[in-house]
């Protein structure tokens, strides 16, 4: 398999945060060899990276038959969307928080009734990032095939994103976004393929390919919406976008 732009993202962003925690680190040695235990505690410190794009995930979970909602956090630095044909990257956000039962095999040890019982689990965002860091999962596989494909359904993006799976105690819930940046994926399958970006300067829009840099209208970032049909071909198909928070420069 080609090398991933989304694991190129994850890697980047924590490889960035370790050698800022290293340099922060640096020049507290002697402060970390007086602390307790000799543990240094500026390692658990957040940067700059979390402040940018860290934000909270909460799992919520509702037992049937005593009904205890019980939730746990936890940070992430993008989130990971399934992706439909002919829908939205809204609507993909909604499923993504969609409530899932937990039965049969799968139930909840609910440590009020303490038994396992059915129970309803949903994910939602508890605390919005300033940059808004979506994958599509436009790779997966099929089966039927016996490898990886390609799913370049048609999924729009908007100019403007506001998220509606939030959670009722939610940090920012208002928080409304600007779509400044697209990774596309060219090609067909997993195998082979190309990356190229779009991202928004200075109010102009610039399509980086390699080493090549044009200027495009906004309204050709339609055309990486991705294929109305099913049928596998090449294409060229968003696959992560990212929103930044309009009050990011206040």
Not at 9 to 32: C, D, M, P, T
Not at 88 to 95: G, K, N
Request: glycine share 4%; charged share 25%; proline share 2%.
């Amino acid at each position: 398999m080609q090398q991933d732009a989304h694991e190129f993202l994850n890697f980047l962003i924590n490889h960035i945060n370790e050698i800022i925690l290293a340099e922060r680190n640096q020049g507290k040695v002697k402060l970390s060899t007086i602390t307790e235990n000799g543990i240094d505690s500026a390692t658990s410190e957040p940067t700059w990276v979390h402040e940018i794009f860290q934000g909270v995930l909460t799992s919520e979970t509702r037992c049937l038959n005593c009904e205890t909602i019980s939730s746990k956090d936890e940070n992430f630095f993008d989130l990971q969307v399934d992706v439909d044909q002919n829908t939205s990257i809204t609507h993909c956000l909604r499923c993504f928080s969609n409530t899932e039962t937990l039965c049969s095999d799968n139930k909840f040890k609910c440590d009020t009734c303490c038994t396992y019982q059915e129970a309803q689990k949903r994910m939602r965002v508890k605390k919005l990032p300033m940059i808004l860091a979506l994958h599509l999962k436009r790779f997966k596989y099929m089966e039927q095939y016996n490898r990886h494909i390609k799913v370049s359904h048609r999924v729009t993006f908007p100019l403007e994103l506001r998220l509606f799976n939030t959670s009722d105690d939610a940090v920012n819930p208002d928080r409304m976004y600007d779509l400044t940046a697209v990774v596309i994926h060219c090609g067909s399958n997993t195998n082979r393929g190309h990356y190229i970006s779009i991202v928004k300067s200075h109010g102009f829009w610039l399509l980086f390919d390699d080493d090549m840099v044009d200027k495009i209208d906004a309204s050709a970032i339609e055309d990486f919406y991705g294929l109305t049909s099913d049928i596998q071909k090449s294409s060229e198909t968003g696959y992560l976008l990212f929103y930044q928070s309009r009050d990011a420069e206040k």
